[in-house]
């Protein structure tokens, strides 16, 4: 995707924002995240919850890394080759709680609930490209079963 794609749909998405307000945004958000976990669930059913969180990244030109810190918890690591996102753009703190709150926490456990749908997910960002000026976004992934 070409850079001038790329600001492009940062410019849509801020217009989107202003027009229909954050909820549009984060339903749009989670929406697609459905969407993408459903597809690759019906695609690789076997596959694990790590192998799935790979794919979503590295289709984003990303260098994903996932380390299991107990059985409940995911430290994800995103690593790109320069200091912008593909999603959020280059760094700007004035909008990367935004972006964080509408776009990439939606999407994501919209994904992941759709792959797992027995259990819960709660994600913490700890780095962003936008907020920290860094090659990389990092999260915390907290997993527990649902209650039946």
Do not use: W
């Not at 996932?66 to 753009?89: M, Q, S």
């Amino acid at each position: 995707m070409s850079k001038n794609s790329l600001k492009f749909f940062h410019s849509y998405v801020t217009e989107m924002a202003e027009i229909g307000g954050e909820n549009l945004i984060k339903s749009v958000s989670t929406k697609l995240g459905t969407k993408l976990g459903r597809l690759y669930k019906e695609r690789s059913p076997n596959a694990t919850l790590e192998t799935n969180l790979r794919k979503i990244y590295t289709i984003l030109g990303a260098k994903p890394k996932i380390r299991k810190l107990d059985d409940n918890t995911l430290e994800v690591t995103v690593a790109y080759r320069k200091k912008f996102c593909p999603i959020g753009g280059k760094h700007n703190v004035e909008r990367a709680k935004f972006v964080k709150n509408n776009i990439c926490s939606p999407y994501t456990l919209g994904f992941l609930h759709q792959i797992e749908p027995n259990i819960k997910f709660e994600a913490e960002i700890k780095n962003c490209i936008l907020s920290d000026n860094t090659k990389f976004c990092r999260y915390i992934l907290k997993m527990e079963p649902k209650n039946k």
